[in-house]
């Protein structure tokens, strides 16, 4: 339920959230307080709040850090009311800081260093390096796991160190990766992006058109994503389940051949110079005609450019020679520092935030996925009803992406310390942008990242984490 | 000769003029975008020069002050270098002193010593000094900024210093100590005012080196309240993946301009003490 | 006159006279004003710099501050990465061209700035934008201008049918065009740093030697290379020098724009050290990347200051 204590200085494209408010108010009368809110154009409006519990000292304190959400009216709600709705509950004062998306390892870093910090450090990705750092969550998963059944796969592969046994991080959401793709255009040429055949059959005619391809090959996050997804989709994955690289591999070569084929035929050199914001802004600009992204470009074009949103639809990433197979778009994962302060509340919240994980599911937008399952109830009647999609049933398919197409990066193994390394350098994008300017041969790529990645994952092997 | 004046002038010009046109034209170009309304931006066929689609408009400015710590960013900023200024000159100044004056041979391998400084980059020596900043119980705090900055501006304060002082003729001093005044005296009463446009340039490079820094601010504080600008723009104008550009245009532009207005004025003041004062 | 009263004062007063005395003394007087620096400069500098130098040489994590020592491997394995390799040598070639560009850019135009013409305060408030703006910010700044679909250089260019409109420059996204795009920004942001301490440097020739010059007849180009030059080439050697450790040691702007891309080919080693001590959390490794420069830019640091102190003209 959209959380009635909404406190909110509502901008104009939140209004159409506070109708929804109203209307479930008027069905549950008599829960708690009444918000009025009053919409006008970006003048700020006044809002009663939540209970205010005056004056009186909380006993404890709780400090957490996480990224600055995409959609700022989660922020919003997470500082505003979740917390303090559960600080009060729990006699605890807490928190929340905010901070860029990708000054989380400085930050990080910083507080190990200094052997102090937040009690709760959220990173957008399984941080396996920081094991050592971090209390085991078991307890966390398992009071999670004793409510709301078992852990989803995704979740258990991203925070779970087989060779150590220890839960390096708990996760309390991750984002699907659907294909974001223009019905008009696609329907011009003829047939649905559903596998990666129509897509390279497909995108020579958009690129004549003006609207081409975007498969990022840049080094950011969009692109390390996509393209990992699109090698395992050809048979090419990065290591086994043992966690043992295995790169260089026929379908990593096939995978790395369709990418060159893919940008000669439909892409446009832009992909090269990409950041995270870049798919969004051509999507938005009405330039793109397919695109791999979170949720955030239709989101972003509801609010600047409505008639166009109404033609961009959702599906699962497109299937290859190996099936269908994606990833998580961002993983949410909380640590908690073994030298933070109160473990105990820290462990509480998460416990109670996962197993709760309705509101945060509805004031996201539908972005953060939950990863028990079982925590948000009815998923796809949700989905169904949001209130600005057209057609209405847009954002329904990422259920069915987030149950059967979403996997962890590393998979089939676990997400660990080589993974994140490798992540982090941008070392597949490097390598199929190396291979679509021409810079080497497929079979030399495979090769030669396959050596460098295998040097990581010793280096990481001998210290004992992979 | 008025031709060969003229000749100049027109030189000046030609030379000047482009090369201010060349390093203005970024800001010219923030402040139209910080002008558009979103969908003017995102419109390929739009012509960035131009107007259309609502704009111009001043919602970008408003949501920066409204929606953001803005103001409390640029207040901080503000406070950090003007604390941080004042310890710079404190410790530098005496240094660049003794380092011009008192100090012989070893003194200069000193004063290389300290240039040295600079050649390690922040983006390590922050994890140590997070260490620190915490064992002092500064995290957070903007107090852990005011300690570390001196840290980079002393080692140039002091190399500037010893620079402008090494041009002040000793006789000025030596005729002082004749007249019987301490060493102490004479440097307070003759060296330092005349080594005034000297401590001007030390509070300007001092002030612009700690506005623009970076991975410290980062590292230490995370509470909104307290951040700089440089950190709480990155934070709040950049969220994932969606940049809030007009905005963050116009974040850029709101203290580039005082800041560029403040340093000319007194470019003319340390200049005019250069040309005219110790050579009276 | 005021300078009398001291020496009354002392009469009056021995014992104040002994530790006027002290300060008196050369020897005192000198460590106790450099003192304060020192501590500073040792306390926050000098001991981080150390626990660097020891996180090199470990194999440390992910911050932590301590590791099992490895010795020389974490400077010796990098030789092996080809994306370390052309970290070091764009470190040395963005620098080098940026500097190059704006020691000459500098000289240039504090040549003109010296003498007063109509509108000289507009334009020099126009030339000293780039160094007021944050650095971060202003890259962000040109991180637009340069974006991949709505670069406004590609639009004038378009505009002017200069280039494709379907596959225009990407900026950020070609190897050889990033390099120009870091190179310019790097350039951009020093150009009026450097400017001004030309400026002061032409400023602190004293009149007489323009009188004089003037008066045995050296003018224009003459003054230029026999006086003006010569007198401007310890601060211009310093000006050069504070460029080059401020570019070479710089992160934000390759973070910024390029992350170290494509495929990168743009890294330098601040942000190639950064990306794997920090982001990777291979904190050992990273430590030895940031360090690999430290004497390269130390060698260069002395040699520029001997330079400058050789050519000093008193």
Known sequence: ?????????????????????????????????????TAGMGAKTAVAGAPKYTGRELKETL??????????????????????????????????????????????????????????????????????QVIDHKEIVQAVTRKRGKIGDLAFRSTYNPRTKKYFAFSDNYVPDPANYRTDLWGEVGIKPTSWDNVLRAAPKLKAMGNPVGIGMSNELDSNMALMALMMCFGGFIQNDKNRVVLNSKGTREALKFAKALYEQGMSNEIFAWTPASNNQAMVAGRLSFAMNAISITRTAELVNPDLANKIELLPIPAGPNGRIGLEHVMGCYVIWKFAKNKRLAKKFLADLETKYIGAFENSKFYNFPSWPNSVSNITRRLERDPVAKPAAKYKVLGEIAEKYTKNVGYPGTSNAG???????FLIPQMFAEVAQGKRTPDDAARTYDRQIREIFQKWRDLGKV | MPTRRRRESVLTYAVVGPFALVLAFPFYWMLWTALKTDGDLYNTENNPFGFAQG?????????????????????NTALVGAVVVLITLAIALPAGYALARLSGRWGQSLGVGIFLVYLVPPTLLFLPL????????????????????????????????????KTIPRELEDAALVDGASRIRSLLHVVFPISLPGILTVVIFSFSLCVNEFVYALAFITQSSSKTISTGIYTELIRGDVFFWGALMAATLIPSIPLALLYNTFLDRFIAGFTGGAFR | MWLDRPVEVLARHPGKKRRRDLLEQRRFLGPALISPAIIFIALLVGAPLGLSVYLSLTNATAGSLSGDFVGLDNFTTQ???????????????????????????????????????????????????????PVALSTIGFLWIFDSLFSVVNWVLRSLSLVDAFNPPQWLGDPTLALAAITTVHAWRLLPFATVIMIAGLASIPNEVNDAARVDGATGLKKLWFVTLPLQLPIATIAVLFGIVFTATDMAVVYILTRGGPFNSTQMLPMWAFQTGINSGSLGPGAAIALYLLPVLALVTVLMLLFARRVEVT
Request: charged letters at 20%; a negative charge.
């Open chain 1, 1 to 37: 339920m959209t959380d009635v204590n909404d406190v909110h200085e509502s901008t104009p494209e939140e209004d159409v959230e506070i109708e929804t408010t109203r209307r479930e108010l008027i069905r549950r009368a008599g829960v708690g307080i009444a918000v009025i809110a």
């Open chain 1, 63 to 132: 400090r957490i850090v996480q990224w600055s959400h995409f959609v700022p009216a989660y922020d919003k709600w997470f500082d505003n009311v979740y917390v303090k709705r559960w600080g009060a509950a729990n006699d605890t004062e807490v928190i929340v800081d905010h901070i860029n998306v990708n000054d989380i390892p400085a930050r990080a870093a910083a507080e190990v260093a200094a052997q102090s910090g937040h009690d709760l450090f959220f990173f957008l990705s399984p941080p396996a390096a920081y094991e050592d």
């Open chain 1, 419 to 425: 993974i994140d390394e490798m992540f982090n350098k």
């Open chain 2, 55 to 75: 704009s111009p408009t001043l919602d970008n400015v408003r949501f920066l002050f409204e929606q953001t710590d803005y103001l409390r960013w640029l207040g």
């Open chain 2, 130 to 165: 997070s260490r620190l900043i915490a064992e002092l119980g500064l995290q957070d705090s903007l107090w852990a900024l005011v300690l570390v900055y001196p840290s980079f501006t002393i080692p140039f304060a002091t190399w500037l210093l010893m620079g402008f002082f």
């Open chain 3, 79 to 133: 030789w092996s990465d080809p994306n370390f390799r052309t970290a070091f040598k764009n470190t040395i070639v963005f620098t080098l061209i940026a500097n190059l560009i704006v020691v000459v850019g500098a000289s240039v135009l504090a040549h003109f700035l010296i003498r007063p013409f109509r509108g000289k305060w507009i334009l020099r408030f126009l030339i000293l934008l780039p160094w007021a703006a």
